[in-house]
């Protein structure tokens, strides 16, 4: 064989692929999914284990498991495993096995988030199978991990698990890297944003103000197109559905056949990108993408084949348009482009006169429509960034050879060189007449950029992207349409360079004919144009212009010398301005001078009929509408012409310019605004003017509504070229500033420069670096001087306390940080720190405190900060101010703000000593005000959180707290100690505030549950904080210790809470998220322990002041499942014990105390909490134990006391244990049994108040579960625990359910008038009257309070009356046996006795136990298990009924007692229960049979505090066939006593009962009757003396029942009704037949053979029974009795002999132990069906037959109790043989005895005999009884009634069933259905009729047509059954 090998270079990481189930030793069974662990591998073949339960180890197939490479580590008794995948692709695998746990439970919860949860989960599968696919790009992975980030983050929310921060590429983000403020803000940033999307908020608004400024751009791809026709045009835009507008520049492909079928690449080709989309095209309301299509050939297509058809036109075709709203808006890119992302867009075909407009709305209005298959399929995707960027980032989609459309209009930003001059130009719609024609005209309106001559320029129209620039425009042509609508837009661009003077655009107007012969006869009949500039140089404005139109008379000729329109006014507006309107002349004035000019000119004149309008839109960086920009652009004309009060206008003008019209010109404003600046002639007035209109430019770009042309502003910095600009904008600045206190002209403007404060000092130092470089830094020093001078001035400035320069002041403080990183390009930085320090110093402390504290904030940011030289100057003032702030309690939040940044800053975990002395300054300058400030907002969190702001601020602290001590060296801790803290006093003190604040942090974190990696790192710094305090508490706490203790305590306790933190209890999360935490952190819950046993160990003789108290918290660290942990901590127990146990003696008598009771009694009271709460297993009982017990056998003082506190301790976890697993199921008998074992152990070990407290707990369920009886019986309990004495309660004893009680007999008092209720609720009146007894005593002659005795006399007197007068059902008793390991292990392989519930049978019992036990096997005989069944693993159980033994109160003796008062002592407080089964077949011969008798004793009495108690005596004895018939004729006269007795006390009881009795004894026609036992009364049956005396009793007993017999005949006759005279008759007859075969085959002479006399006495009502012969029958010690049955049973013998053991006579004595004794049963399956009997059925069976558990005709009603009397009937086939499980008794009846039975009755003697609501039995006393009745009663066995009973079944006659009866010579009538008394069959009465008087009153409308009489009623149909009321 080949031996197993070690896997090489470790172990192996595997994920199963297939599941294997193969059982047997050394196999592993697998779960697909599951993962392993390989330790060695041996052919096919590997050892391992799966990583769910590392300690089941085990072989399984190679096959079965794929290996991935992993890297393991372990880390104590934790393991890391870490797969080498992508970080990704990790974290996908990670999460989806972490998922799929919760999904599965949600499956079985049906819970609404499954569906959500599974199609997450096939999401992230998906994405993780693409990327281990590596055939995605850079930027699709990029775009993979924000997806799989965002679907992980909402699934972790929706499942309620951790939640997971990432760095900026989507990694989770490694704490080890970032500061512990920044992890926090991650933390923050994410939960907000998964607080937002899952309450469906949109974050378009977040997102839009995070992206101003950012350009986005929609890819599009055109992969097919299919229409009905040949040569399109298909033009691409996206359309402002709201606004009804296009939004960027067409994008025209020319689609026809030639180039489809030349050009392979054409349809590949198709691609596009519309760029220039800011965050405002993104978050339009409905955007859509729109395709024109545009058909080019003949007028109509129908006459394409026409060659004399004009080609060549432009016809409308159709529209399409496609919803792109939700892409454009979704955050991060579109989906990755894919043949399988394709959209359809279909295709709408205009209408024969429709316009290409209205198609278009259509198509976007969503109406339905039949596209018939014609559409386009296209690709999107939204791309983020400038073109540039994109084409770099993304070169697989957007190819150099992509078409790049831009937006109509200008970009967010303009950068520099992005140089327009574009006018777009929609031409919208015309009104033409018709003319000369004799239909509407198809215009073509043809579009040209003309120059002042009227020549038009080449290639500066565009019609869009993709098309060459061209000389004109042609639009659509609508057929016959005098009012075109054609909204169509292009592009004219003009070169910057050309003279705009005379530009002009005109439009000519043609008629398209059909015919092409016509057509090029047609010559334009119309024109219109409009100019570019008006007269003062500003461009035409934006907007709709209607323009003029002038017929063209080529009859006139053309003047080609010059334009002859350009002077007409080319608008509708012009015209109305004239002064002549319609005169044909206009006037224009011009320096007070009018000039006429015609409306016509050659060939033109204006047409008054027709209309036609466009409008225009100017995007140019050249043109513009202002006159004052466009005055200051043009300066040096200005200068030149020396109007100096015109540039004057223009400057001030310009500053009141809209800043959406400057930022256009940025640039070349600026330009003109230095060169002003630096002209020598311009005074010192205009360079005020200059600067104030620099900073009003400068203000605008600072502004936030234009930050996005900053980048503009800093690229024009770069390229400034003003070298001595700096001196007049320093000097300048200067002067304002030092002025800033005086009332000046330029307020306004310097308050502007201080907003504009940082690109003022960029210019500034931009143009001193020019001048430096051309000058060889020349005059730096000066510079210097002058930019010192300047910042100090600034500075100076801030000492004003006017409110006059409050708000400049304001700006300086939030910009002057801002100048820093231009500043220190040219000044050193420790000098610009000193001059920082000052500014900021000079800001009074009243004053502009948020200001001065963001600037501190500010300066955080700055290079300046991130120098150490210079950070040593700052970063003292900065914490100075921050701590004076903050122990001022203003701007809290802004303080731990700045902070935060600080400590982040400082966070460089590449160089950890890095930043040492700048912690040392943290430390000591604000580390203590951080701490105390810390404590105060978690103590005030409530409130905070009220007004908004307090969990995050409290956050806020705790992260800049553990960032500083995260950063603390040990060095630093040791260090900060020495130095800060010279008094221990203050040591102390500061401990205490740090090791409380800790406490309480990890005790009520600031943070969510969800923030695991907060939380976790945490800790780590508390840990390591900790540890660092421990060793100084050790050195400086040690010696003295008095004062000290308090701080050892809190130490103690501090560790404690943070090892048994939930979050720190690594065993309750799942594999994926332990790993993760070991990795990173370790088990930090070890390292904890170890330092607390340190400390522990450090107290040395000062342990003692910690016990008991530290007992709980120390128990507590020991429970925490870790084996290490739990190693170290529990030889700390023993410590303790020593420390006790050697304790000086406190008596003063010298000598140690020798116990450690305290120990002890804290243990035990921690130990019962802990448990229960959960803490605690198995492995740590046993760990303790044999720890302990090694330990106390080194010690020889402590070995004994040990050894017994060691036991007591296990002996209680074992039983806490078992009582926390049980209370976890809704099985609420097993949490009593558990609490009851409790109760034992704390009554034995004498715990008190743990006693009291379970007594409640085990009260409290009863009382829910109705239990009344119990519950009062476990209050009795307590009370037995208290006095009547008015001594005070002491504390262990006081109950919180009555606080009011404060001494034992108030206690006491209230708890008897509760168990007085329980026990009334529960029926239990006898016990109640007891009670009430001691209570009226205590009211008569201690308190003398006669009120309160009145009461509870009338209390008791109640329970008296209802003990005579109400009837209660008896309840029922069942053994049950558990059987295999399978049950707990309080019971298995135990017998139980159950008290059943009110009217429960066995079969209802039975159901009970097996829903309790659903998996467990019902045994189907009372068979003993053997040993096997008992190992098993398996649930058996085994239920049979059982009958109680009345032990006989002594002052019952030799009296005469009600039956109702005796029968409540019958069933209640009794230990002793029997039953019987079959043990010998005998064949068919009932007289062979012998049985088998169990005796059993309960460890309680029966009703006790539970409703079950555990068998612990049971004897086993045989019963003879004789003694079988002996008990079967008791029982029946017993039966026929109480059914005489009834009819003689009820005058109204009908005699149907009485009569069934007699009929089955003396026409016992089916089992035979007395003639079974006919071989005991032969002469010769007896051998020996034991049998003649059993002869002797057994004829005793036959004459007995003749003379009941012959009695009940008596009375039937006087009682029965006038239809059952026949049946008398018959009785009567059959009586004597039955007398004459006594005598003459059984020898026995019958006295009074005549029943027409009777013994009866006539007057008494035989309701008392005398008890005068048989008080002795009654054993008064059951104990005894059961030790005597042990030792006759060690000799043999039959029960006889028993019977003497126990009563210590012979068979004629009266002392014999009487008990009613039951018939064992067996029990079948509830799915096994009872086949019915050949031959007639009673109305009992056909009631209720079927596949019942138990036989309803015999397990429902008991003549004696009321009881079960079967088990399940034995399951027969038709054969008469069982199911493969019991072999018949005896064979079935063969079928000639068919007609026999059906015609003759049931006897009644060996039957129970029903009644309505019952059954009845006769009562052995008075005349008939005699007292050698009493061995067969105490026999336990009635074989008779087994066979009444066997005969009512429905199966083939079975063996005769065991039937045990009441106790004999006792009136066991049992109780009716709840009712008054009354006979079962009373007359009906018309009120108050119950449920059950109904039922007798069913009964009384007919008589049993059971029996052999045959009897009928008048009407000739058989009487029904007596017994069929029951049923119904």
């Known amino acids: 064989m080949i031996e197993w090998k070690t896997i090489a270079n470790g172990p192996k990481y595997g994920v199963v692929m297939y599941n294997y189930n193969m059982k047997g030793p050394f196999l592993l069974s697998l779960v697909i999914g599951d993962t392993v662990v390989i330790k060695e591998e041996n052919g096919d073949w590997y050892m391992g284990y799966s990583t769910k339960n590392r300690n089941e180890k085990g072989a399984f197939p190679k096959s079965f498991v794929a290996v991935k490479e992993a890297t393991i580590v372990q880390s104590g008794s934790m393991e890391s495993i870490t797969p080498k995948e992508l970080p990704i692709v990790q974290e996908i695998t990670s999460v989806v096995r972490e998922w799929y746990h919760y999904w599965k439970s949600q499956y079985v919860s049906h819970h609404p988030d499954f569906a959500v949860i599974q199609e997450m989960i096939d999401g992230l599968l998906k994405w993780r199978k693409e990327i281990k696919s590596r055939k995605i790009t850079t930027e699709q992975m990029k775009d993979l991990k924000q997806k799989v980030a965002a679907k992980i983050d909402i699934g972790n929310l929706k499942l309620g698990l951790d939640l997971v ?9 490694i704490p080890s890297s970032a500061s512990v403020v920044r992890i ?6 994410v939960a907000d944003r998964l607080k937002h999307e899952m309450q469906g908020e949109s974050s378009a608004q977040v997102e839009t103000k995070a992206s101003v400024g950012a350009t986005y751009n929609l890819f599009v791809m055109l992969h097919n197109f299919v229409c009905r026709a040949d040569d399109v045009e298909v033009l691409v835009n996206l359309y402002d559905a709201v606004n009804m507008k296009y939004i960027c520049e067409n994008y025209i492909i020319k689609w026809d056949k030639e180039k489809l079928a030349g050009d392979q690449e054409f349809l590949s080709s198709i691609k596009v990108v519309f760029t220039d989309l800011d965050a405002k095209d993104r978050h339009l309301e409905k955007v859509f993408l729109v395709f024109q299509i545009v058909r080019n050939g003949v007028m109509d297509h129908k006459d394409s084949d026409d060659k004399k058809q004009t080609k060549g036109l432009r016809r409308p075709f159709g529209a399409a348009s496609m919803d792109i709203t939700k892409l454009l808006q979704a955050p991060g890119h579109g989906p990755v482009i894919s043949e399988v992302d394709e959209e359809f867009v279909p295709f709408l075909q205009c209408g024969e006169k429709e316009f290409m407009e209205s198609c278009v709305k259509k198509t976007v209005t969503g109406r339905e429509f039949t596209h018939r298959g014609q559409g386009l399929f296209v690709s999107l995707k939204l791309l983020k960034g400038v073109i540039k960027q994109i084409r770099e980032d993304f070169p697989h989609i957007v190819q150099p050879n992509t078409n790049v459309v831009r937006k109509m209009g200008f970009p967010d930003v303009i950068m520099p060189g992005d ?58 042509i609508y057929y016959h349409e005098d009012t075109p609508k054609w909204c169509e837009t292009c592009k004219v661009t003009v070169s910057t360079e050309a003279e705009f003077r005379g530009l002009h655009l005109k439009f000519l107007f043609k008629h398209k004919s059909r015919n092409e012969s016509k057509d090029k006869n047609e010559r334009p009949f119309a024109m219109a144009f409009v100019k570019l500039l008006n007269k003062n140089g500003t461009t035409l404005m934006d907007g709709e212009h209607e323009l003029l139109l002038y017929k ?10 010059h334009n002859p329109y350009i002077d007409l006014p080319s ?8 002064n002549n309107f319609g005169t044909g002349n206009f006037t224009q004035g011009a320096g007070g001078t009018h000039k006429k000019i015609p ?15 466009i409008s225009t839109f100017v995007c140019s960086t050249k043109l513009t509408h202002n006159v004052d920009l466009l005055g200051c652009l043009s300066w040096q004309k200005l200068l030149e012409q020396n109007d100096t009060a015109s540039l004057k206008l223009h400057l001030k003008g310009l500053m009141k310019v809209d800043g959406e019209e400057i930022v256009k010109f940025l640039q070349d404003l600026l330009d003109s605004l230095f060169y002003i600046l630096m002209q020598p002639t311009v005074s010192d007035l205009y360079d005020s003017l200059v600067f104030d209109a620099l900073v009003y430019i400068i203000g605008l770009v600072a502004d936030s509504r234009y930050f996005q042309f900053r980048p503009i502003l800093d690229a024009y910095i770069l390229s400034f070229s003003q070298t001595t600009a700096y001196i007049k904008l320093m000097s300048i600045l200067k002067e304002y500033v030092d002025n800033a206190n005086e009332d000046t002209e330029h307020d306004a403007s310097f308050r502007q420069a201080m907003k504009s404060l940082e690109y003022i000092f960029k210019f500034i130092i931009r143009s001193r670096e020019l001048f430096a470089m051309l000058n060889e830094n020349t005059g730096k020093q000066q510079f210097e001087i002058m930019l010192r001078q300047l910042i100090q001035s600034i500075g100076g400035m801030m000492l004003y306390t006017s409110d006059r320069p409050v708000r400049a002041q304001g700006y300086a403080l939030r910009n002057m940080p801002a100048t820093i990183p231009d500043i220190l390009k040219v000044f050193n930085g420790v000098e610009l720190s000193h001059l920082f320090v000052e500014f900021l110093s000079h800001v009074p402390k009243s004053r502009l405190k948020i200001q001065k504290i963001k600037c501190v904030e500010d300066l955080v940011q700055t290079p300046l900060f991130s120098m150490a030289e210079c950070r040593e100057v700052l970063l003292p003032m900065m914490l100075g101010h921050i701590r004076d702030m903050m122990e001022a309690q203003d701007e809290m939040s802004a303080c731990i703000k700045v902070l935060s940044h600080i400590m982040d800053t400082l966070f460089t975990p590449s160089k950890p000593l890095f930043h040492d002395r700048d912690i040392d300054k943290i430390m000591d300058i604000i580390l203590r005000t951080v701490i105390q400030t810390t404590i105060k907002t978690h103590a005030e969190a409530g409130l905070q959180m009220d007004e908004g702001h307090g969990e995050t601020f409290q956050g806020d602290c705790v992260a800049v707290l553990l960032n500083i001590l995260r950063q603390m060296s040990e060095t630093h ?53 900790l540890r660092c305090f421990a060793h100084t508490i050790v050195n400086k706490f040690s010696t003295p210790f008095k004062e000290s203790s308090v701080l050892w305590n809190n130490f103690f306790h501090c560790a404690i809470s943070f090892l048994t933190q939930p979050h720190l209890q690594l065993e309750n999360f799942s594999t994926s998220k332990r790993q993760k935490i070991v990795s990173q952190y370790n088990d930090m819950r070890r390292e904890m322990g170890f330092e607390i046993r340190s400390m522990w160990y450090s107290l040395g003789a000062n342990k003692i002041k910690f016990i008991p108290e530290m007992v709980g918290p120390l128990l507590e660290m020991s429970l925490i499942p870790e084996t290490e942990l739990r190693k170290a901590a529990i030889p700390m127990f023993f410590d303790m014990m020593v420390c006790e146990f050697n304790q000086p003696n406190q008596n003063g008598k010298g000598g140690i105390e020798g116990n450690f009771k305290k120990v002890e009694t804290e243990m035990v009271n921690q130990l019962d909490a802990l448990v229960e ?16 017990t090694l330990e106390c056998n080194s010690s020889e003082k402590l070995r004994k006391p040990g050894h017994e506190f060691v036991e007591m301790v296990t002996k209680l976890l074992q039983r806490l244990l078992e009582y926390r697993h049980i209370i976890q199921d809704d099985i609420k008998d097993h949490r009593m049994s558990c609490i009851v074992n409790l109760l034992d152990f704390y009554d034995k070990i004498d715990r008190r108040e743990m006693y009291v407290r379970y007594l409640h707990k085990l009260c409290t369920m009863h009382l829910e579960c109705d239990n009344y009886t119990e519950a009062a019986c476990t209050f009795q309990l307590y009370a037995k625990l208290l006095s009547w004495s008015e001594d005070p309660l002491p504390a262990i004893l006081v109950s919180e359910k009555f606080p009011e009680a404060q001494t034992h007999r108030e206690l006491k008092e209230m708890l008897y008038h509760h168990v007085v209720s329980y026990f009334d609720k529960g029926q239990m009146w006898e016990m109640g009257i007891e009670l009430c007894k001691e209570i009226a005593n205590l009211y008569e002659n201690v308190l003398f309070d006669y009120e309160k005795l009145s009461f509870i006399l009338r209390q008791q007197a109640g329970l008296f009356e209802k003990v005579m007068k109400e009837m209660r059902p008896d309840p029922e008793y069942f053994r049950v046996g558990y059987y295999g390991n399978g049950f707990p292990s309080f019971l298995q392989n135990k017998v139980f006795i159950y008290r059943g519930k009110a009217y429960e049978r066995l079969q209802d019992f039975c159901g009970r136990m097996q829903t309790l036990f659903p998996n467990a096997e019902l045994m189907k005989t009372l068979n003993a298990p053997s040993e096997e069944l008992k190992e098993s693993e398996k649930q058996y159980l085994q239920i049979n009924a059982v009958t109680p033994v009345m032990e006989l109160h002594q002052k019952f003796r030799n009296k005469e007692i009600s039956e109702k008062i005796l029968k409540y002592y019958q069933i209640n407080e009794v230990k002793m229960f029997t039953y019987s089964r079959r043990i010998d077949e005998g064949g068919s011969n009932i007289a062979n049979i012998w049985q088998e008798k169990f005796n059993m004793l309960t460890s309680n009495p029966l009703p006790g505090i539970l409703c079950w108690f555990p068998v612990t005596d049971t004897v086993v004895c045989k019963v003879s066939p004789i003694e079988t018939a002996i008990e079967t004729l008791n029982s029946s006269n017993k039966k026929l006593t109480s059914a005489i007795d009834h009819l003689q006390s009820e005058h109204n009881a009908q005699a149907n009962q009485l009569g069934m009795l007699l009929k089955g004894i003396v026409d016992a026609a089916v089992n035979g009757g007395i003639s079974n036992w006919k071989h005991f009364y032969a002469d010769d049956f007896a051998t020996n003396k034991k049998d003649e005396e059993f002869v002797v009793e057994l004829k005793e007993a036959t004459k007995n029942q003749a003379s009941l017999i012959r009695d009940g005949m008596f009375v039937h006759k006087r009682r029965c009704a006038e239809v059952q005279r026949q049946f008398h008759m018959y009785l009567e007859e059959k009586f004597a037949e039955w007398i004459n075969m006594i005598e003459k085959e059984y020898n026995i002479k019958i006295k009074g053979r005549s029943s027409s006399t009777s013994t009866l006495k006539k007057n008494n009502s035989l309701s008392a029974l005398s008890l005068d012969k048989m008080s002795s029958m009654y054993p008064s010690n059951t104990n005894h009795s059961m030790k005597r049955w042990h030792k006759d049973q060690s000799s043999g013998g039959s029960l006889t002999n028993v019977s003497q053991a126990m009563g210590g006579a012979s068979p004629t004595s009266s002392k014999i132990l009487v008990s009613g004794s039951r018939m064992t049963k067996v029990f079948t399956n509830s799915e096994q069906k009872v086949l019915p009997r050949r031959g007639a059925q009673s109305k009992v069976n056909r009631k209720g037959k079927g596949t019942s558990q138990i036989s309803s005709a015999s397990s429902s009603d008991s003549l004696e109790s009321n009881r079960n009397s079967l088990d399940q009937p034995i399951t027969l086939t038709e054969q008469g043989q069982t199911n493969g499980q019991i072999t018949p008794r005896r064979p079935p009846r063969p079928e000639a005895d068919k007609d026999r039975r059906n015609s003759q009755r049931l006897s009644a003697q060996y039957g129970p005999m029903p009644i309505p609501g019952g059954y009845m039995s006769p009562l052995s006393s008075g005349a008939g009884a005699k007292s050698h009745t009493s061995l067969a009663q105490a026999s336990f066995i009635s074989y008779t009634q087994e066979n009444g009973d066997a005969a009512d079944e429905e199966a083939p006659p079975p063996l005769p069933d065991k039937q045990s009866h009441e106790h004999s010579s006792l009136n066991s009538e049992p109780p009716p259905i709840p009712s008054r008394t009354s006979a079962p069959s009373r007359t009906p009465r018309k009120s108050k009729v119950g449920f059950f008087d109904g039922l007798r009153w069913m009964h009384r409308q007919s008589i049993s047509q059971q029996g052999s009489s045959g009897l009928k009623s008048p009407d000739g149909k058989l009487d029904s059954s007596p017994d069929q009321s029951k049923h119904s």
């Open 165 to 173: 921060v990432r760095d900026d590429e989507g990694n989770i983000l």
């Open 184 to 189: 926090y803000k991650e933390h923050v940033e």
């Open 419 to 476: 140089v327009r001059n574009d006018i777009y130009v929609t031409i919208i719609e015309g009104n033409f007449s018709r003319g000369s024609k004799t239909a509407d005209k198809n215009v073509e309106v043809t579009m040209l950029m003309c120059n002042k001559g009227g020549d038009p320029l080449e290639g500066v129209i565009n019609t869009g992207c993709g098309t060459p620039g061209a000389s004109d425009y042609k639009t659509l």
């Open 552 to 561: 063209i008379d080529y009859k006139k000729g053309e003047d080609k010398g």
């Open 571 to 578: 608008t509708q507006k012009e015209l109305e301005a004239s």
């Open 599 to 613: 409306l016509f000119s050659g060939q033109y004149s204006l047409s008054y009929r027709d209309t036609f309008k």
């Open 973 to 1025: 801790y040791n260090n900060y100690i020495a130095t800060k803290f010279f008094i221990l006093s203050d040591l102390e003190d500061f401990l205490m505030e740090i090791i409380m604040l800790f406490q309480n942090l990890i005790q009520e974190s600031v943070y969510q549950n969800d923030w695991m990696e907060m939380i976790m790192l945490q800790n780590s710094i508390i840990l390591r904080a």
């Open 1173 to 1188: 709460g959960g803490r605690g297993d198995e492995q740590y009982m046993h760990l303790f134990k044999d720890i302990l």
